[in-house]
Nanobody, 119 residues
């Protein structure tokens, strides 16, 4: 079992910055990757950025150059630094981690944190 707790969301003006945190606890050694997803009202949840257990990082095109995902292994925390925020970045941001078990991939999710960017 893995538990994920996000924090750091809030209201910010366009062009501003926020840093999201995801505290990871439980069976951390089974995690293959940790990621940030987001879901805007009326839209499907989408991947934002991912960092694997080996340190490989991937970003979706719409955040490249603006967002940075990082990990502090000593604190078991994954961060998402968001700069140059746009109103279209407004969404609930979710922390995700997954493992591979006998029945395939299993995903864990945090409760989500709201990010609102005003124009």
């Amino acid at each position: 079992q893995v538990q994920l707790v996000e924090s750091g969301g809030g209201l910010v003006q366009a062009g501003g910055s926020l840093r999201l945190s995801c505290a990871v606890s439980g069976s951390i050694n089974i995690i293959k990757a940790t990621a940030w997803y987001r879901q805007a009202p009326g839209k499907q949840r989408e991947l934002v950025a991912r960092i694997t257990s080996g340190g490989t990082i991937n970003y979706e095109d719409f955040v490249k150059g603006r967002f940075t995902i990082s990990r502090d292994n000593a604190k078991n925390t994954v961060y998402l630094q968001m700069n140059s925020l746009k109103p279209e970045d407004t969404a609930v941001y979710y922390c995700n981690a997954f493992e591979y078990g006998l029945q395939g991939r299993y995903d864990y999710w945090g409760q989500g944190t709201q990010v609102t960017v005003s124009s």
